[in-house]
């Protein structure tokens, strides 16, 4: 175990008694509880972390945050790998394991560093235009091999993500200075509370940086704020949770990392992360500031670090991640790194400050502490093959390069000020401002959000904790409850002063192409210059052109210096140029977290028919009919599903079957207009039918086309059951709420579905009389007294019945409904009566070959959106109905009047062999003869074998079909063509004696 | 995601609702339309950049068709009212 | 149409699977139960305007008021829900569904002569499941997007709405942290199944040293 010989002896906010033995690319080494992945690896003296993405670049960690763009890892192995996982955000457990990535074979020595050779040869757009000949796909598989940034797990994931929905009042994000404020004042009002924060702990900047607060040290006061608003019940922390998207009406998205601090060995049941969905009337966004890198040649060695990094390693982590420091700045900030280093023992090689001077707290205490200060001057090289050795340092003054000298060091600490992160505020669809003297973008505010602290640009902790207040106050008052205006908060920091930030996009006027703008995309001052010199003036085009932004860290050290850079180039003002629009996610987000439970099982719902245990018992084969699960068929031992299918055919035509039709649509529509209400509805003639008797009823729409077909029966004076296919009973009622409530409210109906309230149990067969008759009931089934299309109800085994007698194989056959919960009971009584009659449950597939058989249709297969009634044969009734119903008007209309129409017909297959079948979607050709092309005159819609009549059935739709039977037309599908002869589109019991038996 | 006022049930998440489109009304002489003044009514819509008026339906809620004033641009939802509704202030106005 | 249904055939719940040799089905996990009420009755009643005549007929046979506002129940037994506008579902203990359904639209006809009122029997169509415990909201939040916090939905109001894609009807208890959810009966197993995997994460082996478990 390598011994760590960058930790400090005492401070930070590691715990000591917790050591934690953990691995990097095969070497174990050790940290503590309260490291994470990357300052235990910098505490170990591990700093190259990462290649970067193009040239393979050395690289090591760039900051402690969420904006890292360097320290890349892979963690652990099998189900739990993360690629890219940020070493700097990752929380140090016993035995986590990390590999690093976009290196081979090892970070250390890397193959395709070589690229980095040829790095004048890679500029942007290279690809683009460099892999155009002999053509892109030429190329694409070498390109892929070395493209891409990790590799994406092969294994399944093992871990578990949950989502959850959140309301509150005031949704305050991020638990530094002034987030903790709103939340308080914003807590103290009564109004729902939620705080999110991103990282392990929450009090933001308060964690590691030497403030004090009302006389108490910054993580005392974090540590009473966090337990006053513990004690609050009205009050939720989430700690580890990222707001990583901002939607409409203030729907904030959250992942929550519950238990990736454990690892894998986190408990069964407990979910990796948790996304949250938080609706809150009120945002304040506390989201912070983010340190923006410096541009000079070299910029990217492992060793050069942000300044407040460094900072955050010291005194939050105990990490002196660098023994001899020069800092590099153009703002007072930076000089807190140099004063915390010195008191920490580390050598501050100097201060390189491009500003001429500043009379700010810190840089005066710099001052009398002795620290070195080189103003007027700026970083302008560094060199060191795996980690800076020397900076170069040459004076600044603006475009001219001075006398240059080298500073030996092993780190350069840097600081080009402060990027506000802006990112949710333009999620929202706010604008932004540009604050000239600092060099930021800031929130231009709007009504429901409230954003406090660095993010509006505010620099001194006594000013981000007055505007956290305020902005708790103000939300809370603006959601409605009365917040008492915030007692001053006595910050230490509140004699501090700041001098004035110059703002500074590049330090040095030489022609580099080692200047890295960003960094885990390998884009270079250079390549900025190149983009603008092609042309790509808008931020947007220069963004994609360049890959600016577009990695993992999504630009949160880049953006504004790459835009920065091409407003230079370009000689426009910054905002002229404006920035790139920011989307979610903020950072990334695990798949498995976006995807949460919906997976598998709970893709998406399923429905169960009230036999469904029974059906599932005889290893019922289901098939997804929408939501439904439906049996396809019931294969019995040793039987395979085609024979399975065959065998329920047959039987419905020799003896009888049972069915379970229980999705079959059941609406009721009762009142004094139903019968008018519903002859508006159907093309059917719906006040002729009389009680007690059923109709078949096409629906069309108003364009005239066929949209479901089904059955209404009259059961009462103005009360009808209307039972629309299985596939349309949800449509269907809401097309009759549609037209009853936007164009004839005026008609006295109430509309009632009741479709999953009775179970419907079809016996279908010359023998189902003789099964129904064997039971008790007060019904009489005789076919005098129950013919065909008529509707009883009464008590079937003493349970309330309702029996239509209606078919959709062509037998005699009667749906039975009764209420759900009895349906499996009367579903085995049923079997078992009908048992001498060798009576056996059929499915789907059976149900499709019968209907076909008798040329029932199938609307939606068999028809189109283009469908008419007269198409099919309905014709005659539907232009003879003179009610204005839906679709009546249309179908006068000359589209539907003149040409050669497709007519439903039936194909009979010429010369077949065994139980070929015509295919489905084979069309009717003119001729075969594909160099002219093949015109189709027609097409087959649903195709089978006949197991009853013993040949090919199909029907289909052809060109003024009617006047065309017994004519042979060539069908042809896929490169093959057979003949079938146009037909009646019915094979079986033409004359309908069986359907009246 | 956006959340629209039912007029009955107050504010719901989108999801709940399903979108009828332009509110428009069924010529009240069917039969006696002739073509063009049908083929009006049945395919073609003022397609409104900006402000317009749809009929909207809290499908899994009240199930009642209702009219929602919608920005095309925007997809911001600015007002409801119930379709008895003619005039007023309607429900919700989403800042 | 009888007042009470005599047969010899038994009924079966939707959940009738998950019973194990008890007389409903039941899952618990820490400080969160769900229990199924099997059979409520559940009765929709319908009419195309509430006048005041049907209102008055509608509170004496029930014994109280139907709810006029959008979201709100009344009563116990029956619980009385607005649905939607003149709609409401009435929830009753079992084997008391027929007889009422049957009295209301026995007494609104003659209460209201020549006027439409439906009533329909929805109990077979409908499960009923309680979700009970101090964790009942957070397992109901994981799937349901309205604010069910005490505050805006607490006992007294109801809503329908939509859990994990699948309609449901809920609302609050008397005088329990419990729910009540209503969904038909053909996406009972599949909610039940997704309720017992969502319930995991508030159970004992969800616990752990380091208090992951909320």
């Known amino acids: 175990m390598a011994k760590p010989d960058h930790r400090l002896p005492q401070g930070g906010r590691i715990n000591r008694d917790k050591p934690l033995s953990f691995s990097y690319d095969g070497a174990v080494y050790q940290g503590y509880e309260g490291d994470t992945l990357a300052s235990a690896l910098l505490a170990n003296g591990k700093r190259l972390l990462g290649r970067s993405f193009k040239y393979h670049r050395p690289r090591g960690a760039l900051s402690a945050g969420v904006e890292e763009c360097n320290?890349?890892?892979?963690?652990?192995?099998?189900?739990?790998?993360?690629?890219?996982?940020?070493?700097?955000?990752?929380?140090?457990?016993?035995?986590?394991?990390?590999?690093?990535?976009?290196?081979?074979?090892?970070?250390?020595?890397?193959?395709?560093?070589?690229?980095?050779?040829?790095?004048?040869?890679?500029?942007?757009?290279?690809?683009?235009?460099?892999?155009?000949?002999?053509?892109?796909?030429?190329?694409?598989?070498?390109?892929?091999?070395?493209?891409?940034?990790?590799?994406?797990?092969?294994?399944?994931?093992?871990?578990?993500?949950?989502?959850?929905?959140?309301?509150?009042?005031?949704?305050?994000?991020?638990?530094?200075?002034?987030?903790?404020?709103?939340?308080?004042?914003?807590?103290?009002?009564?109004?729902?509370?939620?705080?999110?924060?991103?990282?392990?702990?929450?009090?933001?900047?308060?964690?590691?940086?030497?403030?004090?607060?009302?006389?108490?040290?910054?993580?005392?006061?974090?540590?009473?704020?966090?337990?006053?608003?513990?004690?609050?019940?009205?009050?939720?922390?989430?700690?580890?949770?990222?707001?990583?998207?901002?939607?409409?009406?203030?729907?904030?998205?959250?992942?929550?990392?519950?238990?990736?601090?454990?690892?894998?060995?986190?408990?069964?049941?407990?979910?990796?992360?948790?996304?949250?969905?938080?609706?809150?009337?009120?945002?304040?966004?506390?989201?912070?500031?983010?340190?923006?890198?410096?541009?000079?040649?070299?910029?990217?060695?492992?060793?050069?670090?942000?300044?407040?990094?460094?900072?955050?390693?010291?005194?939050?982590?105990?990490?002196?991640?660098?023994?001899?420091?020069?800092?590099?700045?153009?703002?007072?900030?930076?000089?807190?790194?140099?004063?915390?280093?010195?008191?920490?023992?580390?050598?501050?090689?100097?201060?390189?400050?491009?500003?001429?001077?500043?009379?700010?707290?810190?840089?005066?205490?710099?001052?009398?502490?002795?620290?070195?200060?080189?103003?007027?001057?700026?970083?302008?090289?560094?060199?060191?093959?795996?980690?800076?050795?020397?900076?170069?340092?040459?004076?600044?003054?603006?475009?001219?390069?001075?006398?240059a000298r080298w500073l030996d060091c092993d780190l350069v600490a840097m600081s080009g000020g402060w990027n506000p992160v802006v990112h949710l505020y333009s999620q929202s669809g706010g604008d932004l401002d540009y604050v000239e003297a600092d060099g930021v973008f800031v929130p231009q505010g709007r009504d429901y959000i409230q954003t406090a602290g660095s993010v509006n640009g505010r620099w001194l902790l006594a000013e981000c904790l007055r505007e956290g207040a305020g902005a708790g106050v103000k939300a809370a008052q603006t959601a409605g409850f009365e917040a008492a205006a915030p007692a001053p908060e006595n910050a230490s920091a509140d004699t501090l002063k700041q001098g004035p930030t110059l703002p500074v996009w590049k330090l040095v006027d030489e022609s580099s192409d080692k200047q890295w703008i960003d960094f885990q995309h390998d884009v270079t001052l250079s390549d900025v210059e190149l983009a603008a010199r092609e042309n790509f003036i808008s931020v947007e085009h220069f963004k994609r052109f360049t890959t600016t932004g577009m990695s993992v860290d999504q630009g949160k050290t880049s953006n504004i210096n790459g835009l920065a850079t091409l407003a230079q180039v370009l000689g426009k003002a910054i905002p002229q140029v404006g920035a790139t629009k920011f989307r979610p996610p903020y950072t990334p987000v695990a798949m498995g977290a976006l995807a949460g439970p919906d997976l598998g099982p709970f893709y998406r719902p399923k429905r169960e028919m009230p036999c469904h245990d029974w059906h599932a018992a005889q290893q019922g084969d289901f098939d997804d009919a929408g939501y439904w699960q439906r049996p396809s068929c019931y294969p019995l031992a040793g039987e395979t599903r085609q024979q399975a299918i065959k065998r329920e055919a047959l039987m419905v035509r020799r003896g009888v079957g049972l069915f379970e039709g229980s999705p079959l649509g059941k609406i009721e529509v009762r009142g004094k207009d139903a019968a008018e209400f519903l002859n508006r509805i159907y093309m059917n003639n719906v006040p002729s039918l009389k009680q007690g008797h059923i109709r078949y009823a096409l629906a069309l729409n108003d364009a005239g086309a066929i949209t479901d077909d089904g059955v209404f029966t009259k059961l009462g004076e103005d009360h009808y059951l209307l039972s629309p296919s299985s596939a349309a009973a949800e449509r269907f009622v809401?097309?009759?709420?549609?037209?009853?409530?936007?164009?004839?409210?005026?008609?006295?109906?109430?509309?009632?579905?009741?479709?999953?309230?009775?179970?419907?149990?079809?016996?279908?067969?010359?023998?189902?009389?003789?099964?129904?008759?064997?039971?008790?009931?007060?019904?009489?089934?005789?076919?005098a007294a129950f013919p065909h299309m008529a509707f009883r109800s009464g008590a079937l085994e003493g349970v309330p019945a309702r029996i239509s007698r209606v078919s959709f194989t062509g037998e005699l056959s009667y749906e039975v409904n009764v209420p759900a919960s009895y349906a499996e009971a009367l579903w085995r009584r049923l079997l078992q009566a009908g048992e001498?009659?060798?009576?056996?449950?059929?499915?789907?597939?059976?149900?499709?070959?019968?209907?076909?058989?008798?040329?029932?249709?199938?609307?939606?297969?068999?028809?189109?959106?283009?469908?008419?009634?007269?198409?099919?044969?309905?014709?005659?009734?539907?232009?003879?109905?003179?009610?204005?119903?839906?679709?009546?008007?249309?179908?006068?209309?000359?589209?539907?009047?003149?040409?050669?129409?497709?007519?439903?017909?039936?194909?009979?297959?010429?010369?077949?062999?065994?139980?070929?079948?015509?295919?489905?979607?084979?069309?009717?050709?003119e001729s075969a003869d594909t160099a002219s092309g093949m015109r189709s005159t027609g097409f087959v819609t649903s195709s089978c074998f006949s197991p009853h009549l013993n040949q090919p059935v199909a029907i289909g739709r052809i060109e003024d079909g009617r006047n065309r039977q017994g004519e042979v037309v060539a069908l042809y599908y896929d490169r093959k063509t057979c003949r079938a002869e146009i037909t009646a589109p019915v094979f079986y019991d033409p004359e309908g004696e069986r359907l009246h038996a | 995601m956006q959340q629209i006022d039912c007029p009955w049930c107050g504010k719901r998440n989108e999801t709940e609702f399903s979108c009828g489109g332009e509110l428009i009304s069924r010529p009240q002489d069917a039969l006696g339309a002739d073509d063009k003044a049908w083929t009006d009514y049945l395919y073609f819509r003022t397609n409104t950049k900006g402000v317009h008026t749809e009929v909207w339906r809290h499908t899994f809620g009240c199930r009642q068709w209702f009219k929602a004033e919608r920005n095309t641009l925007t997809h911001q939802v600015v007002n409801t009212r119930k379709l008895s509704e003619e005039t007023g202030e309607g429900h919700g106005d989403h800042g | 149409m009888p007042d009470t249904v005599s047969t010899g055939l038994r009924r079966t719940s939707p959940l009738a699977r998950y019973w194990q040799g008890a007389d409903a089905a039941r899952m618990s996990a820490g400080a969160v139960s769900v229990e199924e009420l099997p059979f409520q009755g559940v009765i929709r009643l319908q009419r195309r305007e509430a006048t005041s005549a049907?209102?008055?007929?509608?509170?004496?046979?029930?014994?109280?008021?139907?709810?006029v506002d959008p979201n709100t129940c009344a009563g116990e037994s029956p619980a009385c829900l607005w649905a939607a506008p003149n709609e409401w579902l009435l929830v009753t203990a079992p084997d008391k569904d027929r007889a009422l359904a049957i009295a209301l639209q026995q007494r609104l006809d003659e209460a209201l002569p020549g006027e439409t009122v439906a009533v329909a029997l929805l109990s077979d169509a409908r499960a009923v499941l309680k979700i009970s415990g101090a964790a009942a909201r957070d397992l109901l939040a994981k799937g349901c997007s309205l604010d069910l916090d005490p505050g805006q939905f607490s006992y007294g109001k109801c809503a329908a709405t939509l859990l994990e894609q699948v309609p449901v009807t809920l609302y609050p208890m008397a005088n329990e942290s419990a729910y009540c959810l209503m969904v038909d009966r053909s996406y009972a197993a599949f909610i039940w199944d997704w309720l017992a995997h969502a319930m995991r994460e508030f159970g004992e082996a969800a616990k752990s040293p380091d208090g992951v478990s909320s």
């Not at chain 1, 890219?84 to 035995?95: C, F, K, M, S």
């Not at chain 1, 009979?908 to 079948?917: I, N």
Request: aromatic share 8%.
């Open chain 1, 71 to 403: 320290a890349l890892v892979r963690l652990e192995s099998g189900g739990y790998v993360e690629p890219n996982a940020r070493a700097t955000l990752v929380p140090l457990y016993q035995g986590l394991s990390a590999k690093s990535q976009n290196c081979w074979p090892s970070v250390d020595w890397d193959i395709q560093a070589i690229n980095g050779l040829a790095a004048r040869f890679l500029p942007v757009g290279f690809y683009n235009k460099t892999f155009m000949w002999p053509s892109w796909r030429f190329w694409e598989g070498f390109v892929r091999r070395a493209a891409g940034l990790g590799e994406a797990p092969e294994a399944a994931d093992a871990q578990e993500y949950h989502k959850r929905h959140a309301h509150c009042d005031v949704l305050v994000i991020g638990a530094g200075p002034a987030g903790l404020m709103a939340a308080l004042q914003a807590a103290g009002s009564g109004a729902r509370v939620i705080l999110a924060d991103e990282q392990e702990e929450m009090g933001g900047s308060l964690l590691w940086e030497q403030d004090e607060i009302a006389g108490i040290a910054a993580a005392e006061w974090v540590r009473s704020a966090l337990g006053e608003l513990a004690a609050q019940n009205n009050v939720t922390l989430l700690k580890r949770c990222t707001a990583t998207g901002y939607y409409d009406h203030n729907l904030i998205v959250m992942a929550e990392r519950v238990s990736d601090f454990l690892g894998p060995k986190a408990p069964v049941d407990v979910p990796r992360q948790r996304l949250w969905k938080v609706r809150a009337a009120q945002v304040v966004l506390a989201t912070g500031a983010i340190e923006r890198p410096l541009v000079f040649p070299n910029n990217d060695r492992p060793g050069v670090m942000l300044a407040a990094a460094v900072r955050q390693y010291l005194n939050r982590y105990a990490v002196a991640v660098g023994q001899r420091v020069v800092v590099a700045c153009n703002n007072d900030s930076a000089y807190r790194t140099a004063l915390d280093l010195q008191a920490a023992g580390v050598e501050v090689v100097a201060v390189v400050d491009v500003r001429a001077d500043s009379q700010g707290s810190w840089v005066n205490q710099a001052k009398s502490a002795g620290i070195r200060i080189l103003n007027n001057h700026a970083v302008t090289n560094t060199k060191g093959r795996k980690g800076v050795t020397a900076a170069r340092v040459a004076p600044y003054s603006g475009e001219t390069p001075g006398v």
């Open chain 1, 734 to 783: 809401g097309s009759l709420e549609e037209w009853h409530q936007t164009a004839w409210p005026h008609y006295e109906v109430i509309i009632s579905p009741v479709t999953t309230q009775w179970a419907t149990l079809t016996l279908a067969g010359p023998k189902a009389r003789q099964v129904l008759q064997k039971l008790d009931a007060d019904i009489d089934f005789s076919k």
């Open chain 1, 836 to 925: 001498p009659e060798g009576i056996a449950a059929y499915g789907l597939e059976a149900l499709i070959i019968l209907r076909l058989e008798k040329g029932y249709l199938h609307i939606g297969a068999d028809t189109d959106g283009n469908t008419i009634p007269d198409d099919i044969g309905w014709g005659a009734p539907a232009r003879k109905k003179a009610v204005d119903y839906i679709g009546r008007r249309s179908l006068d209309l000359p589209v539907y009047c003149q040409g050669r129409r497709l007519q439903l017909v039936g194909f009979k297959l010429l010369g077949g062999r065994g139980e070929q079948c015509i295919e489905v979607g084979a069309h009717s050709i």
């Open chain 3, 54 to 67: 049907f209102m008055n007929s509608v509170a004496d046979i029930l014994g109280a008021e139907a709810p």
